[in-house]
C-alpha cells in the first residue's frame, strides 16, 4: 500500500494556487525533484486539495492541503 503525507500551503489566494514562483517541488522525504520526475511544468501547474504527486523514489503520495490565510 502507498504511503500518503499531507503537505500544507499556506496562501491568501483561493484555490487553486499556482506553483509558478517556485523552481521545483522536491520531496520532503528523498529530496527528489519530483517536477522533473513527474515531468511538471511548473509555469502552468496549480495545486487544490485534491492534487497528489506520486515519489517513486519513496513509494510515497504527496497530498496538498491549502490553508487560508
Do not use: R, W
Not at 506553483?19 to 522525504?29: E, G, H, V, Y
Not at 487544490?48 to 492541503?65: H, M, P, Q, R, S
Amino acid at each position: 500500500m502507498v504511503e500518503e503525507l499531507t503537505i500544507e500551503v499556506k496562501s491568501v489566494n483561493i484555490p487553486p494556487i499556482s506553483l509558478a514562483m517556485c523552481d521545483s517541488i522536491n520531496c520532503p522525504i528523498c529530496d527528489t525533484d519530483l517536477s522533473v520526475e513527474n515531468g511538471i511544468d511548473l509555469d502552468h501547474f496549480e495545486v487544490d486539495d485534491d492534487t497528489v504527486i506520486y515519489c517513486e523514489g519513496c513509494d510515497i503520495n504527496l497530498k496538498f492541503k491549502i490553508v487560508q490565510l
